[in-house]
C-alpha cells in the first residue's frame, strides 16, 4: 500500500467515530455544492501536505507547457497560411502547398507581387 493509499485508509476510519453514537466527537469541516451543503471529517495534516506538494508539482507542469511562446500550427493540403512580412508589414506572405508566395489581399483575394 502506498503512502496516499494509506494516508486515505487512515482519514476514512475517522469516518465511523462521526457515525456510530456515544463516540468522541470528530473535527469537521464544511463544503457547499451550490445547494448542498456537506460535513467530513477534516483531512490529516499528512493528507493536507501531500496534495499540497501534488498540485504544486501539477502547476509546475502545467506552467513548463503554457510557457512556451507560440502556437503549433498543422500545415493541411491546399489550405493556406498567411504571416506579415517582418521587415515590412504592409506585405503578406502565403504558403500553400509547399510554394510561398509574398503579396497582399485585393477585394478580399490575394495578389501575388511579381
Do not use: C
Amino acid at each position: 500500500m502506498d503512502n496516499l493509499t494509506q494516508l486515505r485508509v487512515q482519514d476514512m476510519t475517522m469516518t465511523d467515530s462521526i457515525i456510530q453514537p456515544g463516540a468522541k466527537k470528530v473535527k469537521t469541516s464544511k463544503t457547499r455544492f451550490g445547494s448542498v451543503t456537506v460535513r467530513a471529517p477534516a483531512p490529516s495534516e499528512a493528507l493536507v501536505q501531500h496534495s499540497v506538494k501534488a498540485s504544486t508539482q501539477a502547476l509546475e507542469r502545467v506552467t513548463e507547457r503554457l510557457a512556451k511562446a507560440g502556437v503549433r500550427l498543422s500545415v493541411k493540403k491546399n489550405v493556406p497560411l498567411y504571416w506579415l512580412e517582418s521587415d515590412n508589414p504592409d506585405v503578406m506572405i502565403r504558403k500553400l502547398n509547399g510554394k510561398v508566395e509574398r503579396g497582399s489581399f485585393v477585394d478580399d483575394v490575394f495578389k501575388a507581387i511579381g
